[in-house]
């Protein structure tokens, strides 16, 4: 049988800045099942686009990114969309943090296998990109008069009044902002102009705001610009905007502004015979007066399925002036990062933020209920067939494949007080609603085998649905076992959360401390409902005796040391059953170690298993942004509006971030440790040291560049046993090191009429067992090595407004198993046509797999853009893909006689092909 393995590459994005590091599946495999460039660097003040392929032919039912800011707690999702050959995610801008982004792809099989990048922990170990502010250099590009970055800072000011755009009476003119979300501001440095006149002199300036009443203003429109300066020097970017004054009557229909966009897209991927369609139509409209702010966002998607979470998006958000905000629809809420943090809820939520006071609410939908997924035995199964002893069958049949409907309400209010201290309290309750998923479901169809049935059955084997299958036991004869609940799906649950929150400033601002505090508790399974007391008397043992956890031997005497808690003690469950159900599904199910607590009280307080604390200290002195946290998870805590918080976790970070050279020189530095050992009956804690280091060195336009990453990361489980498993010796050390290292240089230059841009990049990984030379023979690392050198030149020419990329790629990945060589060629072209009203790109891409398995790729692309109107685009985008593959069969048998037992074969077909259309209309 050939074996063509089928390559999906976007040719355009393909190898912009070096060719990809080659993830392996976690399980192992000769063959890497990812294609992924993992980007140099990002911009704070720009999107950043995250692209994912596939090396090996496999039906995928979505793929998810992760990322969050280094070092952060929690991740925050986003499914990726699949547009021409590859899935892509955007990183939004804001969502960028000079900190650095750390982010991880999972793509989830039809066969509900997983496959990440990193391969190896990607939760614990994720990708790492450093994040420039915009402040720092910037890099040339061909093509643009603008620069990538100002040599400015971004500054987190909040324009007060009058807002933009904002018509008024002139003796009611106040230019107020606040600096609360900018602490680092030189006030002696704050510069404020109005029409080029310096009004500085007149105005307040304190560390939280800026106001100012100018006296003498005439009708009219105004600009303000005010430029001030961090207290390490920085420049920070001005705020700019303006007003207008009159002194007749306000016509509010003047006042009102508008603006909207709608587009379509329509896809077409034919894949090996398969055509997936997906068709999206986007409308956002933005409305209101100057105090007044309507915003409205529809996303409807023909991969909408009731099969499936709601992939189609609806939004509405309200804004009264910067404080209060009103959403509606699908929204993506930030309470406390270990309590709320960006998970999108579809129901409503309100943000009142007052200078000394910030109150927010969210309630509304996590997850819809999904009755079946659509597939055989992922709706209904067989779970067993008994025949007992008169020959009668008995069926039994379970339900699977639901997701219930989980809803959600969290609430924060934080205060501020003495203008440097805020303390914070935040609550979140949610539940599974039992009765969104029925009983009865039509379509879902299950299997009656051998392998179901362990060859008992009076019913012929086949596909059933169930009124099916209820008819073939009136013909057949046989007895069904359904039950109505307590089915061996997914369980009904419900969570709680109570957090704290401390933060602080010092020293003018420089110095801040943050510490939160939070608790939870989970029920994992809700169907039975709340215990009684005397439910819970007999919970840890089998004698109601009023007591719980106490056992007695023969004699009536009390065996072992109990903890012995008497159930008068406890509140009565059922009376508190409306706010959180209790019973023996609980995590935990005693939230604390009484035994230990009267010990060392402080010490079992916070080490409870559901709890979750962090301190971070943060200075800013001489340039320098040093950052100090110590940060513990509990083994059990949990957050539904979190779900991603790794658990079961103990850390220490020291990082610091300083720019020099007038900000064109950026270090960011940092190191973690981490550990499981939070609880004492750990066996063999897993140790993690996680060393960073990222130099960007950019001059400005027109001069060379750098940046250079380096990471290492030592793994060590502190033991030395080696277990003996069916006779088998089995080695259970690990003590590995991991080193990532990578090397961007960036020319830009100029050839007569034509501006390029050069840019090189090495990039390696190297894996080590540091305990090779003590184990055995036989034993195999699970560690990838890789090695990758790119070239990418970018070019201009002004004569024509022609713009060219060529990139050239190198890359080997080698495993125990096998080394694999990728070489990639590629070229494209834009060029403009009919006086630039349209554009047209041309791309071609080779790519060459040499190793155990031979792929040869090769991609063209034709893209055409057209402006029908002013505001009106029209894009159209057609790839077709070519793969020539080649195998070796081994199947261990010498069919041929010729003592020969692998055969190598070759193939070579049209195995994609890709047509987009998108139009959009701004208004």
């Given at each position: 049988m050939i074996s063509s393995y089928k390559i999906l590459i976007n040719p355009v994005l393909g190898i912009l800045f070096g060719l990809f590091l080659a993830e392996i599946s976690a399980q192992p495999s000769a063959s890497p099942i990812l294609y992924h460039v993992p980007p140099i660097e990002a911009k704070d003040n720009e999107d950043l686009e995250i692209t994912v392929g596939l090396l090996q032919d496999i039906s995928v039912v979505d793929v998810t990114l992760f990322y969050r800011t280094a070092h952060s707690s929690s991740y925050h999702e986003k499914l990726m969309n699949y547009r021409g050959g590859v899935w892509k995610g955007i990183i939004p801008a804001q969502e960028l943090s000079p900190e650095g982004l750390e982010y991880l792809i999972v793509l989830r099989s039809l066969n509900t296998e997983y496959y990440a990048t990193p391969s190896e922990n990607p939760f614990e170990t994720p990708h790492f990109v450093p994040v420039i502010p915009a402040g720092v250099g910037g890099r040339y590009f061909p093509g643009s008069n603008k620069i990538a970055a100002t040599q400015m800072v971004d500054a987190d000011i909040l324009i007060l009044s009058p807002?933009?755009?904002?018509?008024?009476?002139?003796?009611?003119?106040?230019?107020?902002?606040s600096l609360f979300n900018a602490p680092n501001i030189d006030t002696s440095s704050v510069k404020i102009v109005i029409d080029g006149d310096d009004y500085s002199a007149a105005a307040f300036i304190s560390p939280e705001i800026i106001s100012l009443h100018p006296e003498e203003i005439l009708p009219g429109l105004h600009s303000v610009t005010i430029s001030m300066a961090t207290v390490y020097g920085m420049n920070v970017k001005p705020v700019i905007w303006s007003f207008g004054t009159t002194t007749g009557h306000i016509n509010i229909d003047e006042q009102i502004t508008y603006s909207g966009e709608v587009s379509s897209r329509i896809s077409s991927d034919r894949i090996e015979g398969q055509v997936l369609n997906v068709g999206e139509l986007t409308a956002k409209a933005e409305a209101g007066v100057s105090w007044v702010k309507a915003k409205a966002v529809v996303r409807i998607t023909s991969r909408e399925s009731e099969y499936l979470q709601p992939m189609n998006r609806y939004s509405t958000d309200i804004s009264i002036g910067d404080y209060l905000t009103i959403n509606a629809g699908d929204f993506f809420p930030t309470h406390a990062a270990m309590v709320l943090d960006g998970k999108r809820i579809r129901g409503v939520g309100v943000d009142l933020n007052l200078p000394w006071l910030r109150f927010q609410a969210?309630?509304?939908?996590?997850?819809?209920?999904?009755?079946?997924?659509?597939?055989?035995?992922?709706?209904?199964?067989?779970?067993d067939v008994i025949l007992d002893s008169t020959g009668h069958y008995t069926y039994q049949l379970e339900r699977t494949g639901y997701t219930f409907t989980r809803k959600l309400s969290a609430y924060r209010l934080s205060v501020k007080f003495l203008s440097r201290y805020q303390i914070g309290l935040s609550l979140l309750k949610s539940k599974d609603v039992?009765?969104?998923?029925?009983?009865?479901?039509?379509?879902a169809t299950f299997t009656i085998d051998s392998s179901s049935t362990d060859g008992l059955s009076s019913i012929p084997y086949g596909n059933y649905q169930y009124d099916q299958f209820r008819s073939a036991l009136s013909t057949y004869g046989g007895t069904l076992e359904f039950a109505d609940k307590n089915w061996s799906g997914n369980k009904p649950a419900e969570n709680i959360v109570v957090g704290f929150e401390y933060s602080s400033s010092h020293d003018n601002q420089r110095l801040r401390i943050n510490a939160n505090w939070n608790f939870s508790l989970e029920n994992q399974d809700i169907w039975d409902g709340t215990m009684s007391r005397t439910q819970m008397d007999t919970m840890l043992d089998d004698s109601l005796d009023g007591l719980i956890g106490v056992s007695y031997d023969q004699y009536g005497l009390v065996v072992g040391s109990p903890i012995m808690i008497d159930t008068s003690k406890i509140p009565d469950p059922l009376k508190y059953s409306q706010f959180l159900t209790i019973n023996i599904h609980m995590v935990p199910l005693l939230p604390l170690d009484y035994t230990a607590f009267e010990k060392r009280p402080i010490r079992s307080i916070m080490n409870m298993p559901s709890t979750a604390y962090n301190i971070r200290v943060r200075g800013y002195y001489y340039k320098n942004n040093l950052s100090a946290e110590y940060r513990q998870t509990g083994p059990v805590y949990k957050s539904y509006g979190n779900p991603y918080m790794m658990n079961n976790v103990r850390e220490f970070i020291l990082s610091d971030r300083v720019l020099m050279l007038d900000n064109k020189l950026l270090v960011n530095s940092s190191y973690k440790y981490q550990s499981n050992n939070i609880l004492a009956t750990t066996v063999n804690p897993i140790r993690t040291g996680t060393l960073l280091a990222n130099v960007t060195l950019a001059p400005g336009p027109q001069v060379p560049s750098f940046t250079m990453n380096f990471q290492s990361i030592t793994k060590n489980n502190a033991t030395t046993d080696l277990d003996t498993i069916n006779g088998q010796l089995i080695d259970q050390r690990e003590s590995t090191l991991t080193r990532n290292s990578l090397l961007s240089v960036n020319f830009p230059f100029i050839t007569k009429s034509v501006n390029n841009n050069l840019v090189i990049n090495r990039y390696q990984v190297n894996n080590f067992d540091l305990l090779a030379e003590e184990r055995q023979y036989n034993s195999v690392f699970s560690g990838t090595d890789s090695r990758s050198t790119s070239l990418s030149l970018s070019s201009y020419f002004t004569d024509i407004a022609l713009k060219t990329v060529i990139n050239l790629s190198q890359t080997e990945v080698q495993t125990s198993y096998a080394v694999n060589n990728w070489t990639v060629i590629g070229i494209q072209a834009t060029y403009p046509l009919l006086e630039e009203k349209a554009q047209m790109t041309v791309a071609l891409n080779y790519l060459k797999s040499s190793g155990y398995t031979s792929i040869n790729v090769y991609n063209n692309q034709l893209g055409f853009d057209y402006k029908i109107l002013d505001n009106l685009m029209l894009n159209c985008t057609t790839l077709i893909q070519l793969s020539q593959s080649s195998d070796w069969k081994t199947d261990g048998i010498d069919n041929d006689n010729n003592g020969k037992t692998d055969e190598f074969l070759e193939s070579i077909e049209i195995n994609s092909s890709t047509f987009n259309l998108a139009i959009n209309y701004r208004f």
């Open positions: 807002q933009p755009g904002e018509l008024l009476n002139p003796e009611d003119v106040v230019v107020a902002l969210a309630s509304g939908i996590i997850n819809r209920a999904v009755q079946h997924r659509n597939r055989i035995d992922e709706g209904y199964y067989l779970a039992i009765n969104s998923v029925d009983k009865l479901v039509s379509g």
